[in-house]
């Protein structure tokens, strides 16, 4: 029976080599210079500090860049709040990947209320939708990039 599976994901690798990246630019940078500005890359959190709001607007556009750049969906980004302090400003960016169960079932919902002959099953954190004809599997496809999901999704282990 042909199936797929829906995923969420992004190379790890090129999530550091854009934060280091945006690391190199931030340090030449001359309105950048003896602030102290960096980026931190924890997992799949990085970490923002610098002096003030409007530098850490900045390095969130020199990061959004860096990472689109390396072909990762800017729309894994989940943003925190800024905590400004007196003499420092943090933000945390965390780097989103796996769907999460509510959004699993809401996809669920949607691929059964278009009434095509398809199983979907959640499996994790992805999505495994298996039909008997292959363009069933192809309308699912269809459907689900015409959804609007917050996080970007990929579609990958398409059996016959």
Known sequence: MPSFDV???????????????????????????????????????IQLTSQSDFQ???????????????????ACMKEEEPEITGSEARQKVILRRGIDTPLARDLVKKIKSSKLKVQAAIQGDKLRV??????????????????DVDLPLQYENFRD
């Open 56 to 74: 850490l607007q900045q390095m969130l556009d020199i990061l959004r860049q860096k990472i689109a750049r390396r072909g990762i969906d800017v």
């Open 130 to 147: 298996s039909g008997k004809k292959r363009d069933d599997l192809q309308a699912v496809i269809a459907l689900l990039k015409d959804a």
């Open 7 to 45: 995923v969420s994901d992004f190379d790890a690798h090129e999530a550091t080599n854009a934060v280091d990246q945006a690391n190199r630019e931030v340090t030449t940078r001359f309105d950048f210079k003896g602030t102290g500005s960096k980026y931190a890359l924890d997992g799949q959190t």
